[in-house]
């Protein structure tokens, strides 16, 4: 018996260790097309710079994980100030708005910086025997670095797109099919009461626990999401001129921020076009609709008549409809599911404190690392955000 434990241990071990060298080359990979000059910039408060990705999730292993580990030594003891994120509980940081700030540590310091920490961590889990607490932080790790990829390409992407040249950060860049079928075919989903939240094996984060019952109206949901050519009838009918169907905070904000169209979308000399990964582009009108906020996506569905999904309606219709292009607005503010209660200590800071003011999104995007999805997954935004690759499916 001892040896087959031993043997499922070292299966185990092997596994983590190939995700884990796995997800942190994807990182840098990411990375590969960038300049030097690429890894600094920060034009808007909500991105970071593509350094402090790099460096903050590895210092989330660091911090974690190899300070448990006797005799280690930290790499600089100055990268708790400057890569900790939002753990009140760790230490002073950076604030937010000052990363772009960050000329030091270098690019080429961050990077030696991940070695030493990717060279540690794997010595450690060559040893190690699973230990189950030791084993959760790993893969909450690896969850969040598949965060930060995710983040980090959607923020490569609002640095370059607001770069007046609109640099490419991919010339052979091509978006995915789209899905097939009618754009105007509804699946109705019968009034019932039905379970939602994570079940079974396999890792969840913890504002997915607490599988509950709800019950539901009847609804139609839309069988595909909303593409930019029906987004156009919008702006071309002046719906971001009349006030009628924006709630009050939406519209506040049209008017503040003089939106027009959605992020990336430029009209040049009568043709609309549009900054992809692959450069400026002409808009395909075929092309499912993105970045776009929630007050957009809202106004859209209530000027056709319809509106967006709970997102109690969104898991339970999930299975009988394609998904994972967008990250799809749900009208559902961001709430603990009955029992939620929070970890003790840092890792408690990681959801449940941001349970105020942001809105739901289901789903996943062309964004999101594979292997990183599931129908339970809860993802949340303020009403305004739209560099994330959002987008509309319509319920009536």
């Known amino acids: 018996m001892g040896s087959v434990l031993n043997l499922m241990n070292h299966m185990e071990t092997t596994d983590l260790l190939n995700q884990f060298l796995a997800i942190r080359n994807r990182s840098e990979e990411l990375c590969a097309n960038l ?5 600094v910039v920060q034009p808007a408060e909500f991105v970071s ?8 999730t590895t210092w989330f292993f660091e911090t974690f994980l190899l300070q448990q580990k006797p005799g280690y030594t930290l790499f600089d003891p100055q990268y708790n100030f400057v890569f900790n994120s939002y753990y009140e509980s760790v230490g002073a940081r950076v604030i937010r708005t000052d990363r772009g700030n960050l000329s030091r540590p270098s690019v080429a310091d961050v990077y030696a910086y991940r070695k030493h920490v990717d060279v540690c961590m794997f010595d450690w889990l060559d040893q190690w025997s699973a230990q189950e ?13 598949q965060q930060h990829q995710e983040l980090l390409l959607t923020d490569i992407k609002y640095i370059l797109g607001h770069n007046p040249l609109f640099p490419p950060y ?3 860049y091509k978006e995915k099919e789209d899905f097939s079928g009618s754009a105007s075919a509804f699946i109705h989903v019968q ?25 539901l109206n009847g609804f139609d949901m839309a069988a595909q999401l909303v593409t930019n050519a029906e987004y156009l009838e919008f702006i071309e009918a002046g719906g971001y001129r009349d006030f009628t169907h924006w709630h009050a905070e939406g519209w506040d904000w049209v008017r503040k921020e003089g939106i027009q169209a959605p992020l990336y979308w430029h009209e040049i000399e009568g043709k609309w076009m549009t900054y992809t990964l692959g450069g400026l582009r002409h808009l395909d009108p075929n092309s499912l609709l993105c970045h776009v906020s929630f007050y957009e996506a809202a106004a859209f569905a209530s000027w056709k008549g319809m509106r967006l999904p709970t997102e109690q309606e969104w898991e339970v219709a999930a299975g009988i409809f394609d998904w994972g292009r967008r990250w799809e607005w749900t ?13 003790e200590g840092a890792i408690g800071e990681y959801n449940g404190k941001f349970m105020v003011n942001q809105m739901v999104l289901r789903g996943a995007s062309d964004a999101t690392p594979a ?26």
């Not at 710079?49 to 903050?56: D, R, V």
């Open 35 to 39: 300049l030097t000059e690429d890894y």
């Open 49 to 56: 710079p593509p350094k402090w990705h790099l460096g903050h």
């Open 133 to 145: 607490p030791l084993r959760d932080l790993l893969l909450l790790g690896l969850q969040h670095e």
């Open 170 to 172: 991919d010339l052979a």
């Open 191 to 215: 009034e019932g009461l039905y379970e939602i939240g994570f079940t079974g094996e396999g890792f969840c984060y913890d504002n997915e626990q607490g599988r509950h019952q709800v019950w």
């Open 331 to 343: 009208n559902s503010a961001y709430l603990p599911y009955p029992g939620f209660r929070k970890a």
């Open 371 to 396: 292997g990183h999805s599931r129908m339970t997954y809860r993802n949340f935004f303020h009403a305004s955000t739209r560099w994330q690759y959002t987008g509309i499916r319509l319920v009536k």
